[in-house]
C-alpha cells in the first residue's frame, strides 16, 4: 500500500493536487502523520506546550507553514528544515524493516522451544525510505499486552549504547539488489524470549509499507454476516498487515433482462486484503515497474437456483488497482492456474482487472 497522501507533495498550488482525493490525503492523512512525528520527536509535555504557545500568538489568525517552522524553530532552538522539505515541501517516504531477529545466536523456527531465562536478541533493522525518521522498537514479552519495553532507534554511524534499555545499536552495512538499504542491528538482553517485535508499534510514522514492520507477520481475521464490497474498502481494513474476511454473499439482478443479466447467486465467499501500498525497489511480474498496488484475492462457491441440475459455480477472483498494469503478464500468469475441468460437472472462472486506474480491464475465464 502506498502511504496515503503519497502522491506529491503536500505543500504545492492547488492545481497541481489534480484531484480532490489527492488534496485531501495530503492535507487529512499526510499532514495529520507529519504533526504526530513532530509530536514524537518533541514529546507529548513538550508538544503541547509548543501548540499553547501557537495558539496565543496566531488565534483567529491564517497559520502558513512557514510560519509553523519558524515557531518551531524559535521554540526548540534547532533546525527543522530537513523535516519540513523532506516531508511536506516533497514527498520523501520512509520504511523501516524488521529483516531478521535472532535469540542467542539463532534464528528461532515456528517450532521450536521456546528458551526460559535471560536471553540475548539481535534484530537487524532496514531503512528502504529515503527519510530515516527517529521511531522505537517495541517488544511484547510472555503474558503482556501491547510493546512494554521500547527502544529509540535512529540513524546511527557508530555504535551506540543506550542506559535506559541496556539496549545497543550499530550500523550494519548496506544491502539491497536494486537500490542501497541502510542497516542497523539492536542487541538487547530480555528475561524471557519475545513474542513479537515491531519498529514503530504504534503506526506514527508516515511508513510506506507498514506490514514489515513485524517480526512475525500478523493477520486480521474477521467473520462477516454478509460479504459486500465493503468489507474490501479501506475504513473497515487494518492498514498495517493482510485482512483475512469470510461470509455468506449473493449476487442479484437490479433489473429484469434476460439477454444482459445472469442467475441470482448465493454462496459463502473468503478474501484476503492487502491496503495500498509501496513496494520500492522490488518488481513484479505482472506491474514490473509499478511503485503501488492495492491486493484483493477472494474465492467464492456458490449455487446458482436455475433448473435442475443445479450447477455448482466456483470462483477465484484477483483484482490489482495497479499503475501500469500489464495485462497481457496478467493472462500468462493465471493460464497455468487454470483448472481442467471439461469433463467435471462443475465450471470455473478466473478473472483479472488490470490497470482499472486508467479504465483498462483484462479477463480471463473458463467454463466446463
Known amino acids: ?51 499553547h504557545v501557537v495558539y496565543n500568538k496566531y488565534s483567529y489568525q491564517v497559520l502558513r507553514v512557514a510560519d509553523f517552522q519558524k515557531e518551531l524553530e524559535a521554540y526548540t532552538g534547532r533546525s527543522w528544515d530537513d523535516f519540513f522539505q523532506g516531508w511536506l515541501y516533497g514527498s520523501k517516504r520512509t520504511d523501516w524493516a524488521v529483516q531478521r531477529v535472532e535469540v542467542d545466536g539463532s534464528r528461532p523456527s515456528v517450532f521450536h522451544k521456546k528458551k526460559s531465562g535471560e536471553v540475548e536478541v539481535c534484530v537487524w533493522l532496514q531503512q528502504r525510505g529515503e527519510m530515516s525518521e527517529p521511531t522505537v522498537l517495541g517488544f511484547r514479552l510472555a503474558g503482556q499486552k501491547g510493546y512494554q519495553l521500547r527502544v529509540p532507534v535512529s540513524e546511527v554511524s557508530e555504535p551506540t549504547d543506550i542506559p535506559e534499555t541496556g539496549a545497543r545499536i550499530e550500523p550494519d552495512g548496506e544491502v539491497g539488489w536494486t537500490k542501497s538499504y541502510r542497516c542497523y542491528k539492536v542487541t538487547i538482553t530480555l528475561p524471557c524470549e519475545p513474542e513479537q517485535i515491531s519498529v514503530d508499534p504504534d503506526c506514527i510514522l508516515l511508513d510506506c509499507n507498514p506490514t514489515n514492520n513485524y517480526w512475525k507477520p500478523e493477520v486480521r481475521w474477521r467473520l462477516t454476516p454478509l460479504y459486500t464490497q465493503l468489507e474490501e474498502v479501506d475504513v473497515t481494513n487494518s492498514f498495517d498487515r ?127
Do not use: C
Open 242 to 368: 493482510w485482512n483475512v474476511i469470510f461470509g455468506p454473499w449473493f449476487y442479484a439482478n437490479a433489473y429484469n433482462d434476460p439477454w444482459f443479466i445472469r442467475s441470482p447467486l448465493i454462496g459463502m465467499k473468503a478474501g484476503s486484503i492487502a491496503l495500498r501500498r509501496s513496494t520500492p525497489g522490488r518488481s513484479s511480474a505482472i506491474a514490473p515497474t509499478t511503485p503501488t498496488s492495492s491486493q484483493v484475492v477472494s474465492f467464492t462457491g456458490t449455487i446458482s437456483p436455475g433448473p435442475a441440475p443445479r450447477s455448482l459455480h466456483l470462483r477465484a477472483q484477483s483484482a490489482y488497482d495497479w499503475a501500469g498494469a500489464d495485462p497481457r503478464g496478467s493472462r500468462r500468469a493465471l493460464r497455468s492456474l487454470r483448472p481442467d475441468l471439461r469433463q467435471q460437472p462443475v465450471s470455473a472462472a478466473v478473472r483479472i482487472r488490470g490497470d482499472v486506474r486508467h479504465g483498462r480491464q483484462s479477463q480471463l475465464a473458463g467454463a466446463a
Open 1 to 51: 500500500m502506498q502511504a496515503r497522501g503519497d502522491a506529491g507533495a503536500t505543500v504545492q498550488e492547488m492545481p497541481k493536487f489534480s484531484h480532490l482525493s489527492n488534496l485531501m490525503s495530503a492535507t487529512y492523512d499526510r499532514g495529520s502523520k507529519v504533526v504526530g512525528m513532530i509530536e514524537q520527536r518533541m514529546g507529548e509535555a513538550a508538544f503541547i506546550d509548543f501548540l
